[in-house]
């Protein structure tokens, strides 16, 4: 059972667009979704999360937008950089008692910014 | 400082043979993680050690793997008997538990591949 849907599997933008990945998840009992980051070769980075008591969450060029009703979330890249290439990954987990405990991955998204 | 190290980076085997994989967490991070990434499957959680705490071992995929956690610092990740479908890169990770939303910090993987 996959309880973290990412889509799309890829994604082409031009410099300077909006990049959006899309997950889903299905447990309600997730409270902490993260975004990671993953260059070829590395591991992956935490890049924003967000707890389900705020809507959206903004940090620079990066936006998370939650829907807990739809129990979705989304990735918005403003003015998207070829150096934003890379593979995102969402996430989610329980935190209950401050821990990131087994974190459930969606199957990532490859994004590509073309010059 | 110094991020989370794995060895080797790259492992060969031949069908069959037992590996070992190696991950230096970040010193003073109380909880390791073991995930599995395959080629379009994101990140499968593994394993996960917390301080003395018995490990959570739900997600290895058969008995023939197996983890261990030396002195609440180095993990080794072991895999006996080896089969060509074990080939993926396997991604160690460290977090500071009891600080709240303290990130997963990964290292940059063993690409195993099995002949």
């Known amino acids: 059972q996959q309880q973290v849907k990412q889509s799309p599997q890829s994604l082409i933008v031009q410099k300077g667009g909006i990049s959006i990945i899309n997950c889903a998840y299905e447990?309600?009992?997730?409270?902490?979704f993260p975004w990671y980051q993953q260059f070829p070769g590395k591991g992956p980075a935490l890049l924003i999360a967000?707890?389900?008591?705020?809507s959206e969450k903004k940090e620079g060029r990066f936006t998370i937008s939650f829907n807990k009703s739809a129990k979705q979330f989304s990735l918005h890249i403003m003015d998207s950089q070829p150096g934003d290439s890379a593979t995102y990954f969402c996430?989610?987990?329980?935190?209950?008692?401050?821990?990131?405990?087994?974190?459930?991955f969606g199957k990532g998204t490859l994004l590509t910014v073309n010059p | 400082g110094a991020g989370v190290s794995q060895s080797p980076s790259n492992k060969v085997t031949e069908k069959g043979k037992d590996v070992e994989l190696r991950c230096d967490p970040i010193?003073?991070?109380?909880?390791l993680y073991w995930y599995r990434q395959s080629l379009g499957q994101g990140l499968e959680f593994l394993i996960y050690?917390?301080?003395?705490?018995?490990?959570?071992k739900s997600g290895l995929p058969s008995d023939r793997f197996s983890a261990e956690r030396t002195g609440g610092s180095v993990s080794t990740l072991t895999i006996q008997r080896t089969q060509q479908e074990d080939s993926a890169v396997y991604l160690c990770?460290?977090?500071?538990?009891?600080?709240?939303?303290?990130?997963?910090?990964f290292g940059n993987g063993t690409r195993l591949t099995v002949t």
């Open positions: 990770a460290s977090s500071f538990l009891g600080r709240r939303n303290s990130p997963l910090h």
């Open positions: 447990n309600t009992a997730f409270d902490y």
């Open positions: 967000i707890r389900p008591d705020v």
């Open positions: 996430a989610a987990s329980m935190i209950g008692g401050g821990s990131n405990y087994k974190l459930t």
């Open positions: 010193s003073g991070h109380t909880a």
């Open positions: 050690f917390q301080g003395n705490s018995a490990p959570d």
